[in-house]
């Protein structure tokens, strides 16, 4: 598969997590909606209230939906804009960990369980303890599982400095490392965080760490982790200047050495993605606003091949279709 295809064109579906669980690709998107709400900076026009949940056999295979797994009115502590979310597999139950604004329209993360991977989930009373901002994704090795999150702008991660609340959002000088995303292992039960989330840091080819002014290499959201051939490689968007980049590591904390671009802008303000390997090959699944004429908030999931160089770098993938 070299060309992009639209995974499910019958809905809008954004932020697609996919991971193999039970030898199938299971797929967990955000659940774009017009629900009316007008465009502005803080993202309110992202007023998403359920999450819907995919598999495919094969990649270019027909995919199956498998309905409403979650939604606000079954998460005790909801507020409003169910964002992005993820899932990780431990000992024979899913974790799905999502972000949501609680009823004082403060992001938090939080964790609904389910027995198999297609839900539906069941929510925690609570969020995530300390938990803030938005985007969580979850990585596992040798039975430790790291939860990566955050997200500037609309995501509040600016309101926080030190794992604790500002007074007031504050955004690092230009010429200051840019702010970070988050990581932390999570505890045994998986419902918790084990540890303080530490930053995960991207230092550029001359090991400095990127500057809040590099616009177009500093983090703002929608991080993922996978491992390739030995290395971790950290990846995220760069919000208002739209790539998909990446970083490479040696642990799962980082620091990571910045690497380039996976994906170029993409149609619609947000772009956003995970990567996984199926039967031998690597895929990025992401999403545009092409089908709904570019309504930023109205996007919809699409998956194309991922290919590496020899020497480990991963090879620009054009979001537009030239
Ligand atoms: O889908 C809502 C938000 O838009 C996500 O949480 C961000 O990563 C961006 O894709």
Redo the contacts with the bound molecule.
């Keep these: 598969m070299k060309k992009a295809k639209y995974l499910f064109p019958q809905d809008y579906m954004?932020?697609p997590s996919a991971h193999v669980f039970e030898g199938k690709i299971y797929i967990y998107p955000?659940h774009?909606w017009e629900s009316g709400v007008t465009e502005n900076d803080n993202?309110d026009h992202?007023n998403?209230k359920d999450y819907h949940v995919f598999s495919l056999d094969e990649i270019d295979g027909t995919i199956v939906g498998h309905g409403v797994v979650l939604s606000t009115e079954t998460i005790p502590w909801a507020g409003r804009q169910l964002?992005?979310n993820d899932v990780a597999f431990k000992d024979g139950k899913y974790y799905l960990y999502f972000?949501l604004k609680d009823q004082n329209d403060i992001f938090r993360l939080g964790v609904a369980i389910s027995d198999r991977p297609y839900g539906p989930f069941v929510a925690e009373e609570n969020p995530i303890k300390g938990s803030y901002s938005?985007?969580p994704c979850v990585f596992e090795e040798n039975g430790e599982y790291y939860i990566y999150f955050g997200?500037i702008w609309?995501?509040q991660l600016q309101r926080y400095r030190n794992n604790k609340a500002l007074e007031s959002a504050t955004y690092p000088a230009n010429d200051e490392p840019a702010l970070c995303g988050k990581v932390a292992k999570l505890r045994g039960d998986m419902l918790e965080f084990a540890e303080e989330p530490r930053d995960v840091v991207i230092l550029d080819e001359n090991g400095k760490p990127i500057t809040q002014g590099d616009t177009d290499r500093r983090f703002f959201?929608?991080s993922w982790l996978h491992k390739y051939n030995g290395k971790y490689y950290f990846s995220y968007?760069t919000g208002d200047t739209h790539y998909i980049c990446y970083a490479i590591g040696d642990n799962p904390y980082g620091p990571f050495t910045y690497k380039g671009v996976i994906l170029t802008p993409v149609v619609g303000w947000?772009?956003?993605h995970s990567i996984i390997e199926y039967k031998g090959k690597w895929y990025l699944f992401h999403h545009d606003s092409v089908p709904s004429d570019g309504r930023t908030w109205l996007r919809s999931m699409k998956v194309v091949e991922l290919e590496y160089n020899p020497d480990g770098t991963i090879k620009t993938i054009e979001g537009m279709d030239k």
Excluded: K, P, R, V
């Design positions: 954004a932020d955000s774009d993202g992202f998403m964002w992005d972000s938005i985007d997200g609309g995501g959201e929608a968007s947000t772009t956003h």
